[in-house]
């Protein structure tokens, strides 16, 4: 919490100011000054968001394993609910055909398998933006070794798979933050 606190005050003073300042000025401001704000302000929450994120991660490593019975087609249809829900306030016209196999019931921790989901099948639907109608399939294999393997495929940006090494590191990026939003970090936590 002390860590997270100190390092979100200076952000919060950094955004206050700026907005007192657009305020202070007003209609004085010129356009030059306005888009010196809005920058301020728009760095200001990206460091926000880069902060909660790294926080999210760096609990992901040191919470205790909760190991129970998890119901995986449970957690993926939650997840896709809340993706359709987002994906439906966004009114951009854009849809999600989703193809979701049998999945099993699996011992694992609950939280951190919501996590894995929110994070892959998030980033399915946000590389798939560009297309009218995205298709998102999940599916499971159980192994020969008693292990388990899930795939996630989509429709969207793809990447070359040269860099897929890089994809799951903390703050890799295959495409540019203008064209898709995020901090880098999602991948790193699954």
């Known amino acids: 919490y002390s860590v997270s606190h100190d390092l979100r005050a200076p952000l919060r003073h950094v955004a206050g100011f700026s907005d007192k300042l ?24 990206r460091m926000a968001s880069l902060i909660d994120d790294l926080l999210v991660y760096s609990r992901l490593g040191r919470s205790a394993l909760r190991l129970q019975a998890v119901d995986m087609q449970s957690l993926v249809s939650e997840t896709r609910a809340i993706l359709d829900s987002n994906v439906q306030s966004e009114n951009t016209g854009h849809r999600v055909d989703w193809h979701i196999a049998p999945l099993p019931v699996l011992v694992a921790d609950e939280n951190m398998m919501r996590q894995l989901w929110m994070n892959l099948l998030g980033n399915a639907v946000k590389y798939s933006t560009k297309r009218e109608v995205a298709r998102i399939e999940v599916t499971y294999t159980p192994m020969a070794d008693g292990g388990h393997q899930f795939s996630v495929r989509d429709n969207g940006a793809g990447f070359d798979m040269e860099y897929s090494a890089k994809l799951f590191g903390v703050f890799q990026r295959l495409h540019k933050a203008s064209e898709y939003p995020g901090t880098g970090i999602g991948l790193a936590s699954v």
């Open 22 to 45: 657009a305020r202070h000025l007003g209609d004085a401001a010129d356009e030059k000054s306005r888009h010196y704000m809005e920058v301020i302000s728009s760095s200001a929450r």
